[in-house]
């Protein structure tokens, strides 16, 4: 079974732009949640989304945005981006009848120059 | 808030040596589930182990194994016979049990093992 993709791996931006990342779960997860990833920081938790809908959402400006297609693959807009948008965005998919553990991308790396 | 907390940023071990990292949490909630997550430098991000609140017995994974501390809000990974590839950085995680689709991740720790 493939895993969880995201795409693209490696992204350059500049201030004010706007960017729009992808992930695509594992056959059959419902659930996607994205999370962005900077030293000393951890992981920040920035919105899960399940059957098409928003289920939880982090502390973060409405700058960042999300959806999810019927097929369960999911996009992540920023607009107007930051300085400090730059990070590792990671996408996690879980089933929907198993909450046990939650499946990473790769990850894209966003550098906002 | 449920928070995670890993208060060492670094650790390093020797190989073949067994090493130990901290992990607490705070919750109100009684049911719910502890993890460990594995991230090596190629990014890609793994679960190693897990931990369900309700069973009293530390979960173990071959070299992997939990102390599971209810009362004191403690899960800490320890990990025996350390191998090169276990050099990564290593997340705590949790979910709560009923509402649980969210996971909250500590900051990490680094784990350098030395040849």
């Known amino acids: 079974k493939a895993g969880v993709t995201q795409t693209p791996r490696y992204l350059i931006k500049t201030r004010g732009q706007q960017v729009t990342l992808s992930c695509s779960p594992i056959s059959g997860h419902r659930s996607v949640s994205w999370y962005q990833q900077t030293p000393g920081q951890g992981l920040q938790f920035l919105f899960e989304y399940f059957s098409e809908t928003q289920r939880n959402k982090g502390n973060f400006p409405g700058r960042f945005s999300g959806r999810q297609f019927s097929n369960s693959r999911s996009e992540m807009n920023v607009s107007t981006l930051e300085l400090g948008d730059s990070a590792l965005y990671l996408c996690?998919?879980?089933?929907?009848?198993?909450?046990?553990?939650?499946?990473f991308g790769p990850g894209t790396r966003l550098t906002v120059l | 808030a449920q928070t995670v907390t890993q208060s060492q940023p670094e650790m390093s071990v020797q190989e073949a040596e067994t090493v130990t990292l901290s992990c607490t949490y705070d919750t109100s909630e009684s049911d719910y589930y502890l993890f460990w997550y594995k991230q090596p430098p190629s990014r890609q991000m793994i679960l190693v182990i897990r931990?369900?609140?309700?069973?009293?017995q530390n979960a173990t994974e071959n070299r992997f194994s939990v102390n599971f501390q209810k009362a004191a809000k403690s899960f800490s990974l320890k990990i025996s016979d350390s191998q090169l590839g276990d050099a990564a950085m290593y997340f705590c995680?949790?979910?709560?049990?009923?509402?649980?689709?969210?996971?909250?991740f500590g900051t990490g720790t680094s784990l350098t093992v030395i040849p």
């Open positions: 995680a949790y979910r709560a049990g009923v509402t649980g689709n969210q996971f909250y």
């Open positions: 996690a998919s879980m089933s929907g009848l198993d909450y046990n553990e939650q499946f």
């Open positions: 931990q369900e609140a309700y069973k009293q």
